[in-house]
């Protein structure tokens, strides 16, 4: 096709703006699926996508429309992903920027603003769910001149009702530009996404910025250096559809029998190995995780299964990083690293769910500078069980960030009481609209990624949103809350806590510990300790009598059934030492106590 | 999870159950009586309402599925009777006559020519006890329970300690074997209370006693106390100290422990419940009785309309039928036979699946070994003393 007929555009909004629902309209409305063909929010592909109602792989699909082709390219809207959001826009040249007519401009609207002027993208600002009763576009429109957006032609749609879609589909026509006719040039096409599939290896998801490729060629990855012969190359429709060809300023895929998933990473340049480009384009910036933790197999035998699925999983997540680490308690297992909690669980659930693996993960972690006594040497240490000993550290430094919490004034007591508690610091308070306050806090990112956030939800009935920034690291005094099971200190449960919240911390601990390990066959002391100073002991009583007694009359099979549910409880847990001890006692660090 | 390969009987119906289901030995032959007067607070067992025009309906039903399995099945010979409920001792002693008359038309009697009936206290009248004498029976079970009244109306039971106390003394006149069932670890229950209770049981010297931890199953009166906070489950150390208590009275009263809770003086050892624990095979008629072959098993309809009505057709009343793999055959001989004192024969063992025991569950036998929870050497594998307390953490180990 023409570039002069091609539009490349990707929807930008924040969580819960009605994003998904717009693109299924967009989706209905130019006939890619027929009413009844639309399963709801159809881009969201995972199951778990659809059950968070949130989106947090970038996908595509091609609208044809006036004869024009309309490449959509869906981002993901939580914080956690603004990495994936970057490399969505890297391959357009608009964006609809989506606002919820009642709940206005919010933290991640304005983030995902920047991101898109950033790669100078022509933005079209969409006033969504004007049906509310609480729609109020005009405000909408100030606060979106407040930021400096041309508003005339801001469009007022309502996704769910269909309302606003035709005006939203002339204006990608009309006002997102074309991409720049390079046909003539050497192929680069930029890797926005890829997946793995077991028959046809990666499929890579691309942007052909210069030149065109076809099936039979032979590719070169430019960073990777590998060379490969296309297979198939094609569009989404939303479905993998067949093309000859794709050309400069087109979005599709392009499979090419790649089997190592290493040799494909997205935001990698594909060139052709014959004629190849120049250089590559620029690829992504690395974004560095915040948040580390150990992931292992609850059972040893699948390590690498684990080691499989982390590779499968890093291809289309390059944000997330692991590396192998081994525990004295877990065994072999991996460090990995994530850009945020909700990063974390997605990761999580998506190794137990789609590669069918039981995992112990640890309490996450942030990254400590510290600076040791003897030699002034400086470590950077995301897994608190390497601390060296406490008298060999001359300084802790710790990770602060800033965060912004948008929330009704109602509640503002509350929450500046749980700042300070999780020792924020504040900076500054302002008033958003008549009842709508933006809170400023400096806070050690341990504090927040511990359970900040379900806390900020429930103080405030779930109406504050939370973002934040890495600004840099601060000293502080930390020390190493060690635990100690059976008398062994079980590495995975040690964590890093302020000097002044370790008592507190290690007898709230103790006490999880307790409720979360089901009784043994002998009695197990639970103690922490700081170095070797214990600060908290509580005892698991043994378990006595544990027999089926009443066992005659023929129904063997229930007495059977009633073995394996006790047998499944088991094999859910790790063995450490002695004792075996549930997954949910790794993070019992993040659960709430109830006598605190 | 594993889900046993349950086959809905509906889509067996094409196939002769002769295919599925042979009994080649001679079995026990269960009866299941699904009446009572009351439900208990803690029972789950399947039963209905006490109704003699449904008893007469149900007796017969109970006659017409005598008469298929002895056209069915081509072992001939039963070596136990036990008739349970419900409340069996609810039937007229001419009607348990009847049926045992009708059982030994169909099939003979050979080996120990045990069989049981299960008493209730409440329904147990003097001339009843002389006349099921008479008519055939020669163990009684009696579910005495508790000799506290407060703990037997707890239970839901109907007689009290008083009651309980004169039907043992004319059944003693009657029958030298007997058993008395009775229950421990209830919600509020003292060391004392239990140890008292136990001890009047042992006053009447009865040659066979069953003692059980109170088990609140599901759907039960019990169960929804639990529920509603109104009770509170026993603590398994004082569960423990109890049974314990109840092995030292009774050991030195010259009883012997042959089963987890179950006690006997020499030779008085239930025939019928040792065929389950040593997974020989059994047949059980009645609304939702269980049976088992030797590798398949299979149970009733757990009702007694669909029951009749089946029979009424000439259909077997069978619910669902669930071949076991060998693997499960071996657990279910294992977790079924260390509930024995004397445990499991590895030369049984091998008899019936031809593989040595340590060979098959080396790493189990050398872990539980480690644990201290089982003894084994060459002839026996059985539960040690830690073992008997947390059988559970045993049998599950076995488990496929």
Redesign the interface.
């Known amino acids: 096709m023409n570039s002069e007929r091609i539009r490349n555009f990707c929807i930008i909004a924040h969580i819960d703006h009605g994003k998904s629902t717009l693109a299924d309209r967009l989706l209905e409305y130019t006939g890619v699926l027929s009413e009844r063909e639309m399963q709801e929010q159809v881009l969201d592909k995972m199951d778990l996508e659809r059950e968070r109602g949130i989106t947090i792989k970038a996908q595509a699909v091609r609208l044809d429309y006036k004869g024009y082709e309309l490449n959509l390219i869906d981002t993901p809207g939580h914080v956690d992903f603004s990495y994936e959001v970057s490399r969505s826009l890297a391959a357009c040249e608009g964006a609809l920027l989506v606002v919820d007519a009642s709940q206005g401009v919010e933290a991640q609207t304005l983030a995902n603003i920047y991101l898109a002027l950033e790669h100078d993208l022509e933005i079209i600002p969409v006033i969504n769910k004007i049906d509310l009763p609480s729609a109020d576009p005009d405000l909408v429109k100030g606060q979106l001149i407040d930021i400096g957006l041309e508003i005339e032609d801001a469009i007022l749609t309502s996704a769910k009702e269909g309302t606003g879609i035709k005006e939203v589909l002339d204006a990608i026509i009309e006002k997102i530009p074309a991409p720049k006719d390079t046909v003539d040039k050497p192929l680069r096409a930029l890797i926005f996404d890829s997946y793995y599939d077991s028959y046809q290896g990666v499929v890579a998801y691309v942007r052909i910025m210069d030149g065109s490729v076809k099936a039979g060629q032979r590719i070169k990855m430019m960073a990777g250096q590998k060379e490969y012969e296309v297979d198939e190359v094609g569009i989404f429709k939303p479905d993998m559809q067949r093309v000859e060809s794709l050309s400069a300023g087109e979005v599709g895929y392009i499979i090419a029998g790649i089997k190592d998933v290493k040799n494909c990473r997205v935001g990698d340049t594909i060139t052709l190995a014959e004629n190849p480009a120049a250089s590559p384009l620029p690829g992504y910036k690395k974004i560095k995780p915040m948040v580390y933790s150990g992931l292992y197999p609850t059972d040893n035998a699948d390590y690498e299964l684990l080691k499989d699925a982390l590779e499968k999983l890093q291809l289309n997540d390059a944000s997330f990083t692991f590396e192998p680490e081994t525990s004295e308690a877990l065994g072999f297992g991996f460090r990995c690293g994530f850009l945020g909690l909700l990063h974390m669980e997605i990761i999580q659930e998506r190794l137990e769910r789609e590669y069918n693996l039981d995992l112990v993960i640890t309490a996450p972690s942030v990254v400590y500078r510290i600076t040791k006594k003897d030699d002034g040497e400086e470590l950077e240490l995301d897994n608190p069980a390497k601390f060296p000993e406490p008298n060999e550290i001359e300084k802790i430094e710790e990770p602060f960030v800033r965060t912004e919490i948008y929330l009704p004034d109602e509640f503002v007591g509350q929450v500046m009481e749980l700042c300070q508690e999780n020792r924020g610091e504040f900076k500054d308070m302002q008033y958003v609209d008549e009842n709508r306050v933006k809170l400023i806090y400096e806070i050690p990112l341990s504090e927040l990624i511990t359970d900040f956030f379900n806390l900020l939800k429930s103080k405030t009935r779930g109406y504050a949103t939370l973002d934040y920034e890495f600004i840099g690291y601060k000293a502080a005094k930390l020390v190493k809350l060690d635990i100690l099971i059976n008398g062994e200190v079980v590495d995975a449960l040690s964590t890093i806590v302020h000097q002044e919240n370790a008592e507190r911390k290690g007898r709230s601990l103790t006490r999880k510990l307790k409720k979360l390990i089901p009784r043994q066959m002998f009695e197990v002391p639970v103690q922490a300790a700081i170095g070797n100073k214990i600060i908290a002991r509580v005892n698991i009583k043994a378990l006595r009598k544990n027999v089926l007694q009443k066992c005659y009359g023929g129904d063997v099979t229930r007495k059977r059934k009633l073995l394996e549910k006790q047998k499944e409880g088991k094999k859910r847990m790790k063995q450490v030492g002695k004792v075996e001890i549930p997954q949910e006692a790794f993070m019992a660090v993040l659960q709430r106590d109830e006598d605190e | ?2 889900s ?1 390969r349950r086959l809905l009987w509906p889509f067996c119906r094409g196939m002769k159950m002769n295919k599925l289901v042979d009994f080649t030995r001679p079995f026990g032959l ?1 009866i299941h009586v699904p009446f009572c007067v009351h439900k208990c607070n803690y029972c789950d ?1 399947y039963s209905e309402a006490f109704n003699q025009g449904r008893i007469k309906y149900f007796l017969q039903a109970l006659q017409r599925e005598l008469e298929l399995y002895a056209e069915l099945l081509s072992a001939k010979e039963i070596s136990t009777i036990y008739i ?1 409920g419900g409340t069996p001792s609810l039937l007229k002693p001419s009607q348990l006559e009847g049926l045992l008359e009708l059982i030994f038309n169909s099939f003979s009697f050979t080996g120990s020519r045990e069989i049981t009936l299960e008493c209730n206290p409440s329904s147990l009248k003097k001339e009843k006890i002389a006349a099921f004498k008479k008519a055939g029976i020669n163990r009684l079970s009696l579910g005495v329970q508790s000799f506290n009244e407060r703990e037997l109306k707890f239970l839901g039971r109907l007689h009290t300690p008083t009651q309980a106390i004169k039907v043992l003394e004319e059944v003693k006149k009657y029958f030298t074997n007997y058993n008395l069932d009775l229950i421990f670890a209830l919600p509020g229950q003292s060391l004392e209370e239990w140890e008292e209770s136990l001890k009047k049981a042992v006053s009447f010297k009865p040659p066979h006693l069953s ?3 109170l ?1 609140i199953e599901e759907g039960t009166v019990l169960d929804a106390l639990l529920k509603e906070g109104k009770i509170k489950e026993v603590d ?2 004082l ?2 100290e109890m ?1 314990l208590l109840a092995r030292k009275v009774l050991q030195e009263k010259g009883y012997r422990q042959y089963e ?2 179950n006690f006997a003086r020499p030779g008085y050892e239930s025939k019928h ?1 040792l065929i ?1 624990w040593q997974y020989q095979p ?1 047949l ?1 008629l009645g609304p939702a ?4 072959d030797g590798k398949v ?1 299979f ?1 009733n309809y757990s009702d007694l309309e669909i029951y009749c009505q089946r029979l009424s057709r000439n259909q077997l009343p069978v619910a669902g039928v ?1 071949p076991l793999s060998r693997r499960e055959q071996m ?2 001989m294992l ?2 036979g260390l ?1 024995l004192i004397d445990g499991v024969s590895t030369g049984d063992f091998k008899a019936r699946f031809g593989l040595e025991l340590k060979e098959v569950y080396q790493d189990e036998l050398n872990r539980l070994t480690g ?1 201290g929870l089982v003894q084994f050497d060459e002839e026996q594998l059985k539960l040690t003393q830690k073992g ?6 045993v ?2 180990e076995f ?1 496929p």
């Open positions: 999870m594993r046993p269960y067992f349970g003692l059980y931890n088990q398994d150390r569960d423990a049974y987890i809770s419940n389950y059994y059980g009785a269980h049976s088992f098993r149970s669930t657990s279910e977790f079924m509930r644990l008997i307390l947390l059988g559970n953490e049998f599950m488990l």
